[in-house]
């Protein structure tokens, strides 16, 4: 049973002001899970859930914005999703292509698409694209949107791009071989120049990462809630920055 809201509004503003704004993550990454348990739990088709969840992302990137954070990474789609049933994979993308239409026409923040965009239909990836295009110029907080996206691909294109780097160059595969570096790995990812994630939430009480910056993500700090996607709250939200507040950040030192 949910507290009244008068009692919860008092929890959230202690929350907050409580944090230390001091150890606020530059970057958050956020796996959206549980969209379709959720419908099903209310006895509705998985596209309600879908929907729903696509109507919490602002209010997560509200949230973050107000807490200073710099960068948000939204995991939307894997490549493992693009295995469903084709008809859901179709209606999914139509509410993802939909919720990133309206990230990009707010005005407020600056999208980068995060994927395998060869993967998805051309429409859908043409229209992702276009809405990256026109959040250029926006100096606001960065979203990552990660559709289509799973580690190990990104990680093998990221490889694959640096190989043929060093193939225009002349290089021979022991040259290539002997030169490749974390730094030049790093520099041909989907977030390359990006700081990576200091804190990595998962919600619907799933406690692993599924393939989600599987390369970033080597010294993130991870948060796992128990609600599924669109029941997630401020205070959810808040409990993950203060938990990660309080943890002690040695990076492997």
Partial sequence: MRPPRLLYGLYERRLARNLDRSATPRHIGVILDGNRRWA???????????????DKIA?????????????????????????????????????????????????RWRLRVVGALELLPEPVAQRLARAEE????????????????????????AVRSLLAS????????????????????ADHLYTKGQPDPDLVIRTSGEQRLGGFLLWQSVHSEYY????????????????????YAQRERRMGR
Avoid: K
């Fill in 224 to 243: 796992f809630c128990e609600a599924y996607w669109p029941d997630f709250r401020h205070i959810d939200f808040l409990r993950a920055l203060r938990d």
């Fill in 166 to 185: 060093y193939a225009e160059r002349g290089l021979s595969l022991q040259e290539a071989a002997d030169a490749v570096s974390i730094e030049d790995i």
């Fill in 59 to 107: 209010d997560l990137l509200g949230w973050s914005e107000e807490a200073g954070v710099e960068i948000v990474t939204l995991w939307m789609l894997s490549t493992d999703n693009l295995h469903r049933d084709p008809d859901e994979v179709a209606e999914l993308l139509e509410i993802i292509a939909g919720a990133v239409d309206t990230l990009a026409d707010s005005g």
């Fill in 40 to 54: 099903r739990a209310l006895g509705n088709p998985a596209s309600h859930g879908h929907r729903r969840g696509a």
């Fill in 134 to 157: 026109r959040t250029a110029d926006v100096t606001g907080m960065g979203v990552n949107v990660a559709v289509g996206y799973g580690g190990r691909y990104e990680i093998t294109a």
